[in-house]
């Protein structure tokens, strides 16, 4: 075995017991964000200074996480995912880079395989709300918000806030402009 293979194995194995210590902003929290931080530098293909990985979460080894940015609690990060810097994720948010295959009607989809993995990318300073679900390919670009529940099923503008099923733009954060029923 490569080192880094050994590195998250041991990261894997650290994390079962460190997912389950309280929130970073429990009272009594023994450390938990430090804990769960060293973690992540093992187990991610990147993980930045500063970063906040709440309990119950789960993330791919392939996923990168840039300085000062958090994973809300009980979050899932699947598959390639990259995160920028100073990016705020609520609880519960689902990041999804892959997607099953359906084309084909004549066999159950159950055994059509997968589509290829479609990156998720997250610029710097982005916010994303409680619930929210980020579908494959999607790009969410510098300054975006994604509202609580939100499904996103296409890249999010620089500064645009985005909420609804299927997300669509509410408005910009640099403007006073509103998109939706003008």
């Known amino acids: 075995m490569n080192r ?9 194995f650290l994390f079962v017991f460190a ?7 429990s009272p009594v929290n023994f450390g938990a964000k430090r804990f769960r931080a060293l973690c992540g530098r093992l187990i991610m293909k990147s ?9 119950g979460t789960f993330f791919a080894s392939d996923t990168s996480l840039g300085n000062k940015s958090g994973i809300g609690a009980f979050s899932i990060i699947s598959n390639t995912t990259v995160i920028g810097n100073n990016v705020m994720m609520a609880r519960e948010c689902i990041i999804n880079p892959s997607n099953h295959k359906m084309d084909d009607i004549s066999r159950p989809m ?16 982005v916010w994303i709300g409680s619930r929210a679900i980020i579908l ?23 500064y645009a806030i985005v909420g609804g099923v299927p997300a669509r733009i509410i408005r910009f954060r640099n403007k006073s402009k509103i998109i939706e029923g003008e």
Not at 110 to 125: A, K, L, S, T, W
């Open 4 to 12: 880094k293979r050994i590195e998250r194995a041991l990261g894997r």
């Open 19 to 25: 997912s389950k210590l309280p929130e970073s902003t």
């Open 47 to 55: 993980c930045g200074e500063n970063v906040n990985i709440e309990k």
């Open 110 to 125: 159950n055994q059509q395989g997968f589509e290829p993995v479609r990156p998720v990318i997250i610029d710097d300073d």
């Open 136 to 158: 494959p390919g999607v790009h969410i670009y510098r300054g975006g918000v994604v509202a609580a529940g939100a499904v996103v099923t296409q890249d999010v503008p620089e």
